[in-house]
């Protein structure tokens, strides 16, 4: 009787010891994946700069709606962005790469889809870097992978395609439409100098992104903040020079 007890001990012991592993393990696994809690080694997320210089950047779009609202407001307060495109959604409104560019803005490549098998990254890549080519003349030099996940090997192989994978270190939560005024308050929250916002002008209604952009825009620049490309931000990283 002693013995089974004690056996039976044991297993209960090794069955909670190897649910706790697999947790650690997922949850390591998870936290890699989510830039926003952990920096991945190799990823362009933020600048190292003393100064007051942000760069805000859009994912998801063009979109024939969202994309022109985005870009009035950004207009009307002469700040420049970078916008992440999908390929597809590009591909379809052509017009709006001719006046991002047109207007000062930068594009990265966001996929092709935003949802295919991982198989595929690379060839969605190329395709939406020669739908932006043939619409601008220019090719992308940032990529973002859809959800901001990327693998090891992936960024190597990016790396020798010759773009660079950019995540973010702010997230507005924009793409959860958590209301106007916590939008706002996200991005005021976790802004530090050399930061990447993460927003959207694109993949779903976008309204909320909207109608917040323009008070991040003045609260950001009443604290001194401007705004940068990814490109311009990158030239200011002290770590990179
Ligand atoms: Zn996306």
Known sequence: MFIYV????????????????????????????????????????????????????????PDPIDTPDVLNILKAKKVRATFFVLGKAAQENPYLLKRLINEGHEIGNHSFTHNYPQ??????????DQVVFEATGSHTYFYRPPRGLVTKTQLETIKQNGHIVALWSVDSKDW??????????????????????????????????????????????????????LSELKSLDSEMK
């Open 119 to 128: 198989s595929k990254f690379m060839v969605e890549m190329s395709q939406t």
């Open 176 to 229: 959860r439409n958590p209301g106007v005024k916590q939008i706002v308050d996200n991005v005021m929250r976790d802004v530090f100098p050399g930061a990447i916002i993460l927003m959207h002008d694109g993949g779903y209604q976008r309204s909320q992104t909207v109608k917040s952009l323009g008070t991040i825009l003045d609260s950001l620049q009443n604290l001194g903040y401007r705004f940068v490309t």
């Open 6 to 61: 004690l056996s039976r001990r044991k297993l209960i012991i090794t069955f909670l010891l190897l649910i706790i592993t697999i947790g650690l393990f997922s949850l390591s696994q998870h936290m890699l994946s989510i830039p926003s809690l952990v920096r991945t080694p190799g990823t362009y997320y933020m600048s190292h700069t003393q100064e007051k210089v942000v760069a805000l950047t859009f994912d998801d779009g």
